[in-house]
Nanobody, 125 residues
Framework: QVQLVESGGGLVQPGGSLRLSCAVS????????MGWYRQPPGKERELVAN???????NYADSLKGRFTISRDNAKNTVYLQMNSLKPEDTAVYYC???????????????????WGQGTQVTVSS
């Protein structure tokens, strides 16, 4: 079993900052890509940023310079630092983690991709 817990959303004024966290745990052999997506009201889910195990990052073009993704491999945790927030950043933010997990035995490995429950970020005065 693999579990994922998100935290850090909330209400913030325009120009403010928030930091989201997402920790994955369980029968994990290795974690590959960790990422954040968001779904604004009435819109489809979109990629915010992701980070590979070696530290390479990928951002949505519109968010470069304001958002920073990072990860702590020892804790299997990914962070999203969001600065200079705008009302259009209001959305439910979802964490996604991909990797390999143990099956019935330590030699039984399989891919996993798990989503968080989502955390609401509201930017409003």
């Amino acid at each position: 079993q693999v579990q994922l817990v998100e935290s850090g959303g909330g209400l913030v004024q325009p120009g403010g900052s928030l930091r989201l966290s997402c920790a994955v745990s369980g029968s994990i052999f290795s974690v590959f890509t960790m990422g954040w997506y968001r779904q604004p009201p009435g819109k489809e889910r979109e990629l915010v940023a992701n980070i590979l195990s070696g530290g390479s990052t990928n951002y949505a073009d519109s968010l470069k310079g304001r958002f920073t993704i990072s990860r702590d491999n020892a804790k299997n945790t990914v962070y999203l630092q969001m600065n200079s927030l705008k009302p259009e950043d209001t959305a439910v933010y979802y964490c996604n983690v991909k990797g390999l997990r143990y099956g019935a035995s330590t030699r039984d490995l399989s891919n996993f991709s798990i989503w968080g429950q989502g955390t609401q970020v509201t930017v409003s005065s």
